[in-house]
């Protein structure tokens, strides 16, 4: 018997009817993870977020993995946030204790919403997820570099090499010749973090995916606009650690100590994406 030739969309309509079909049968919802899986978790509280999103991901067939088909509850956690803050406190207290003399600790909050990205997902955007604990976290690297751009850009005229001749700079962060005596270290939510779904919205996508300059797309109002959803942190609390070998007293930059120019990169310029936006500042937690 011939085989007959069918096209794209009528392939794409009959795997969407087979899967309806197979979804009906096996009394399934739309996510990829298999029949006998399901059936021992589907009556299971999920805590892990980063299981619970990327995981449990909810599939179309026509719009494929998209956040506004998972819902996203506010509240992060379902009651196990106690559990997880175990963890945290004992992560500080396990710092703590190594051989290093320690800032203050330095809690802020987000003004609005923080954006952390970075990390590989199923959908278009992503948000950084601890890899066992499935929290949100804002890294030590991300932390040194803000901080680091931030001193650049206020004292050192936006000039990283008038910066590195500067020798109380290397000290704390280093350069190519020596290492920086400062370590930052990870930051974790220390209150239970809320999850909102935000969206942008792209509005001349065809102008920006033209790579050919002879055919170049005017950014014109005729252009369908794009909704993109993300996910960020909003309500939340962090705590964040430095310490060195050294007495941090010591390390000072224009008068000022870098305890006083970290709280000052967080809360003036703000860290994640989107910080042109309003996203990503930090304040001082009131008592």
Known sequence: MPIKKVSREEAIASN????????????????????????????QIIDNFNLKLNKF???????????????INENFFHKNWNFHKSNIDKYYENIQNLSL???????????????????????????????????????????KGVIRSYIIAE?????????LKDENFKNIFGSQEQEGKII???????SKPKIKVDIMTPHYGEYYKDKDNKKKI?????QDPNPI?????????????????????????????????????????GIGGKSAVGYGYLEEIKE
Not at 57 to 71: D, I
Not at 101 to 107: A, G, L, T, V
Not at 155 to 163: H, M, P, Q, R, Y
């Open 184 to 190: 930052f270290f990870d930051a974790f939510p220390i």
């Open 57 to 71: 991901a909810k599939f179309n067939y026509e719009k494929g993995y998209k956040l506004q088909n998972q819902k």
């Open 101 to 143: 003399k320690f800032s203050n600790k330095i809690e802020l909050k987000t003004y609005y919403r923080l954006i952390i990205g970075a990390e590989q997902s199923i959908y278009e955007t992503s948000i950084l997820l601890h890899h066992v604990y499935g929290i949100p976290f804002i890294t030590s690297t991300a932390i």
């Open 218 to 222: 005017a950014p014109t109002d005729n």
């Open 16 to 43: 969407i009817k087979m899967e309806e079909e197979r979804q009906r049968k096996i009394n399934l919802p739309k996510i990829k993870i298999p029949k006998d899986t399901y059936a021992i978790i589907k009556n």
């Open 229 to 269: 959803p993300f996910l960020t942190v909003e309500e939340t609390e962090f705590k964040f650690f430095i310490a060195s070998k050294e007495s941090l007293e010591s390390f000072k930059i224009k008068d000022k100590s870098i305890e006083e120019w970290f709280k000052k990169a967080l809360q003036n310029h």
């Open 155 to 163: 004292k050192f005229e936006n000039k990283e090499d008038k910066a």
